[in-house]
């Protein structure tokens, strides 16, 4: 099996990295982007055609004030500074979720980085922010039903092919590679649609310490498993 051209990643452990080392919550996400930058990288390296980050949740605005605040503001600042390096290494950006709450300085930087990025070829790299995936569910079944009632749709032939393009980014493949972080085995809202058949892979180690040699080991890993998609492999009974 070759490398997987699809990777989700949810980037997970940043506060309890800090907190193993007595620092606050902020500090774990600044070494969080560190260690994306690296990642990054690493995809175009092993020829990843795309990768998705799970970057802020629907659910994280319950979070602290202070703390949300913080990734607000960190977002903002990472992409005006890592934009020059991200068009370097030929990356495309886009960006997955609702723009609703993010205030217009936000939405300003990401329509800047995803106009500046439109023409890179080497990896897109696909920042789920302010995202969920039943919101992104919803959101689509509320635009078909607006196609519906204005006649533009037939119920009848919509397909899941078709559902899709009704999605954030309908040129969003299915995923091949979930890879999740921080010890947790479960999809947190993340990519529903999208990794109906997705491998998971689960790392024990917080985001901030994930290193290209694991995101290597878990594509090994991918590489290794074999994949049915609800059929069997040869050799297999109908039993």
């Known amino acids: 099996m070759n490398t997987p051209r ?16 007595n620092k606050g919550r902020s500090a774990g996400h600044k070494e969080g982007v560190k260690t994306l930058k690296k990642i990054v990288k690493a995809a175009v ?20 004030k202070t703390e949300v605040d913080f990734l607000l503001t960190l977002m903002k600042k990472t992409m005006r500074n890592e934009v020059d390096e991200l068009l370097d290494n030929g990356v495309k950006v886009n960006f997955l979720g609702r723009k609703r709450n993010l205030s217009q300085s936000l939405i300003r930087e990401i329509e800047y980085i995803e106009a500046r990025s439109n023409n890179n070829k080497n990896l897109t790299l696909n920042i789920a922010f302010n995202y969920g995936g039943r919101a992104e569910i919803i959101d689509a079944a509320k635009k078909i039903a607006k196609d519906y009632k204005n006649g533009q749709i ?65 594509i090994n890993d991918f590489k290794n498993r074999e994949r049915r998609f609800g059929g069997l492999k040869d050799g297999d009974s109908n039993a």
């Open 6 to 21: 699809n990777i989700a990643i949810i980037m997970d452990g940043n506060g309890r990295w800090a907190k193993q080392r």
């Open 45 to 64: 390296n092993l020829e990843v055609e795309s990768l998705t980050v799970y970057a802020f949740s629907t659910e994280n605005w319950k979070r602290p």
């Open 154 to 218: 037939d119920l009848d032939k919509l397909t899941e092919s078709y559902f899709g393009s009704y999605l954030y980014n309908q040129n969003l493949q299915n995923i091949e590679l979930l890879i999740r972080t921080g010890g947790d085995l479960r999809l947190s809202n993340f990519l529903l649609w999208q990794s109906a058949y997705a491998e998971l892979y689960f790392a024990d180690k917080f985001w901030p310490d994930f290193t290209e040699d694991d995101l290597k080991m878990a």
